[in-house]
């Protein structure tokens, strides 16, 4: 959009809002004249979001809301999230471009998991508009665990398979387990769709290498809906006709340079049932410059949650660069990592037999990264229990952050469900 477009858009936008509570305490809904007017409406915060739940931030009547979410609700109390008929579709519209180009000959594996979050709705309903069949194994439920996933991606001919990226590779590896090659035998695999955390380029070639296929990211959040989409050379695209993006500097108020890392911000332009407007994500991000082969102006790179960052040697680290780190190792399918002292300190688990590390090897990261690292390797199993793969398990948020004390006290062992 141009600026007069997106001008208008926020306007429009504004106008509709004056009908929650939340928002008219938060401006009048006059017309803006610029973009730098909008820019000194307040950002919202996820507390502030919580605090208005459930029915505050509410645009339309009880009869035009066609669908609820929630977020998990993990780290506090869940953010409500409604939705018109013309939302919910639009969600599915955003996610229209994604690289992977779902078609009739398809048969898809949703395992995001399908309670109160949208994101396996969402891919859902593409899916199904596309013409492609649809195999509901949502994460987070008893009735699917993870050899039942196996089993199913064995006996159908499932050609996509969409989860989070550590989701894929707790896949893979039960597929091994169960002695089966990821690589190899499940023949009619087309593609790995992703979705739910960071997918840095390290991440990225680690899943595609587990399963020997492609991988597609996209972003999003309950709250606002599908807003960043991988194009067919997986380079990750922000949908500018569904939202208006801003990345700040850490004073949440001057505007992060082109190329420049920041805190992201986000307003959903036609979101009708529970719109947002410059709503701060929590999540660090920067606009990368130059023009994708695809076609498209603009490529944003998402790098982690704002508090998944730790400072080693006076250098702030956000998860992109821990998995850039980690991808240069020979062990990087699961890992934690922390600040300890003027070190990062990394615990990664076995993927082979071998668990030295060349000492050369640190010695280039150090160099690479301007800090310090020192790597512990541990035995297969360490981080994440392989017993439980094979049975019903529990389920829970991965963490790959700890304190330097939680490392020294060896919290990270089995600790992370699955």
């Given at each position: 959009?141009?600026?007069?477009?997106?001008?208008?858009?926020?306007?429009a936008l504004l106008q509709h809002c004056q009908k929650a509570p939340?928002?008219?305490?938060?401006?009048?809904?006059?017309?803006?004249?610029?973009?730098?007017?909008?820019?000194?409406?307040?950002?919202?915060?996820?507390?502030?979001?919580?605090?208005?739940?459930?029915?505050?931030?509410?645009?339309?009547?009880?009869?035009?809301?066609?669908?609820?979410?929630?977020?998990?609700?993990?780290?506090?109390?869940?953010?409500?999230?409604?939705?018109?008929?013309?939302?919910?579709?639009?969600?599915?519209?955003?996610?229209?471009?994604?690289?992977?180009?779902?078609?009739?000959?398809?048969?898809?594996?949703?395992?995001?998991?399908?309670?109160?979050?949208?994101?396996?709705?969402?891919?859902?309903?593409?899916?199904?508009?596309?013409?492609?069949?649809?195999?509901?194994?949502?994460?987070?439920?008893?009735?699917?665990?993870?050899?039942?996933?196996?089993?199913?991606?064995?006996?159908?001919?499932?050609?996509?398979?969409?989860?989070?990226?550590?989701?894929?590779?707790?896949?893979?590896?039960?597929?091994?387990?169960?002695?089966?090659?990821?690589?190899?035998?499940?023949?009619?695999?087309?593609?790995?769709?992703?979705?739910?955390?960071?997918?840095?380029?390290?991440?990225?070639?680690?899943?595609?290498?587990?399963?020997?296929?492609?991988?597609?990211?996209?972003?999003?959040?309950?709250?606002?809906?599908?807003?960043?989409?991988?194009?067919?050379?997986?380079?990750?695209?922000?949908?500018?006709?569904?939202?208006?993006?801003?990345?700040?500097?850490?004073?949440?108020?001057?505007?992060?340079?082109?190329?420049?890392?920041?805190?992201?911000?986000?307003?959903?332009?036609?979101?009708?049932?529970?719109?947002?407007?410059?709503?701060?994500?929590?999540?660090?991000?920067?606009l990368v410059p130059g023009k994708c082969a695809c076609g498209r102006?603009?490529?944003?790179?998402?790098?982690?949650?704002?508090?998944?960052?730790?400072?080693?040697?006076?250098?702030?680290?956000?998860?992109?660069?821990?998995?850039?780190?980690?991808?240069?190792?020979?062990?990087?399918?699961?890992?934690?990592?922390?600040?300890?002292?003027?070190?990062?300190?990394?615990?990664?688990?076995?993927?082979?037999?071998?668990?030295?590390?060349?000492?050369?090897?640190?010695?280039?990261?150090?160099?690479?990264?301007?800090?310090?690292?020192?790597?512990?390797?541990?035995?297969?199993?360490?981080?994440?229990?392989?017993?439980?793969?094979?049975?019903?398990?529990?389920?829970?948020?991965?963490?790959?952050?700890?304190?330097?004390?939680?490392?020294?006290?060896?919290?990270?062992?089995?600790?992370?469900?699955?």
């Amino acid at each position: 959009m141009d600026q007069q477009t997106t001008l208008a858009a926020l306007n429009a936008l504004l106008q509709h809002c004056q009908k929650a509570p939340f928002y008219r305490e938060r401006f009048s809904g006059e017309p803006l004249r610029s973009l730098a007017e909008f820019q000194r409406i307040p950002l919202a915060t996820k507390a502030e979001l919580r605090a208005a739940s459930p029915f505050g931030l509410v645009c339309l009547d009880r009869s035009e809301l066609y669908q609820y979410h929630e977020t998990f609700g993990t780290t506090g109390t869940p953010v409500s999230v409604w939705l018109s008929k013309q939302d919910y579709l639009d969600n599915a519209a955003a996610l229209r471009d994604w690289g992977v180009g779902f078609h009739p000959d398809d048969l898809v594996m949703v395992r995001f998991p399908y309670s109160i979050s949208s994101i396996a709705h969402t891919v859902t309903t593409l899916a199904q508009q596309c013409g492609a069949c649809v195999v509901p194994a949502g994460a987070r439920s008893t009735v699917s665990p993870f050899p039942r996933i196996v089993d199913l991606l064995r006996k159908l001919p499932v050609t996509v398979l969409a989860c989070l990226p550590l989701q894929a590779l707790l896949i893979a590896e039960t597929a091994r387990l169960l002695g089966y090659d990821p690589r190899s035998d499940f023949p009619s695999l087309r593609a790995i769709c992703t979705a739910g955390e960071l997918l840095a380029p390290g991440r990225r070639q680690t899943v595609a290498e587990a399963w020997g296929v492609p991988v597609f990211d996209n972003y999003g959040m309950t709250e606002i809906g599908v807003a960043v989409v991988d194009c067919p050379l997986q380079r990750p695209h922000p949908q500018t006709d569904y939202f208006y993006f801003e990345i700040l500097r850490e004073d949440r108020q001057t505007p992060a340079d082109p190329g420049e890392t920041g805190l992201l911000v986000v307003t959903t332009l036609r979101r009708r049932g529970t719109p947002l407007v410059r709503y701060l994500t929590g999540d660090r991000a920067r606009l990368v410059p130059g023009k994708c082969a695809c076609g498209r102006e603009m490529t944003m790179e998402i790098r982690g949650r704002t508090e998944d960052t730790v400072t080693v040697g006076g250098r702030r680290l956000d998860l992109w660069d821990i998995e850039e780190i980690v991808a240069a190792l020979p062990h990087r399918r699961f890992w934690v990592a922390a600040a300890d002292g003027d070190s990062l300190r990394l615990v990664v688990e076995a993927d082979a037999s071998e668990t030295s590390l060349p000492p050369e090897l640190l010695k280039s990261l150090e160099e690479r990264f301007g800090i310090k690292v020192s790597v512990t390797v541990v035995a297969r199993g360490s981080l994440y229990d392989r017993d439980e793969l094979l049975a019903v398990g529990l389920v829970g948020k991965p963490q790959y952050i700890y304190t330097a004390q939680e490392m020294a006290e060896e919290r990270y062992l089995r600790s992370v469900r699955v």
